[in-house]
């Protein structure tokens, strides 16, 4: 699955009118060693939480929507926090995000490679 190819998750997220994509791991926010916290605004309540990788965490952008394509799925969250232990690589595009289990469940899947994009 880790030569899962990467041109494949761009055509799926040129599909879905994704500006830009970004490929990371995804992590059951809760695991040990991944540490998150508040993007800085309190979000309207919602159990889809998404954390991005600090070096993108920009808090203009918090509370945004964020869609998660894996496997065929594409599924929606919202920015909500930061995931302060997931640095990002290439340049700050890619990096790994944390999703709560109401999120992360629907993957069915142990840290998937997933393609991620905040929308607004
Ligand atoms: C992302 O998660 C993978 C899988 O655990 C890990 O190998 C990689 O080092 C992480 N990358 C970053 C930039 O944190």
Known sequence: MKFFSQSALVVVAAMFGAAQANWGYAFLDGTPGITTESCGTVCPWTEYKVALPTP?????????????????????????????????????????????????????????????????
Do not use: M
Request: hydrophobic fraction near 35%; glycine fraction near 6%; include cysteine.
């Open 56 to 120: 993108l965490a920009n808090p203009a952008k918090c509370c945004s929507t964020v869609t998660i394509a894996y496997n065929g799925l594409n599924l929606e969250g919202t920015y909500t926090d930061i995931c302060t232990s997931c640095p990002t690589v290439n340049h700050g595009v890619d990096g790994n995000i944390t999703l709560s289990a109401a999120l992360y469940d629907q993957l069915q899947a142990d840290t998937p490679f997933v393609t991620w994009n905040v929308v607004n």
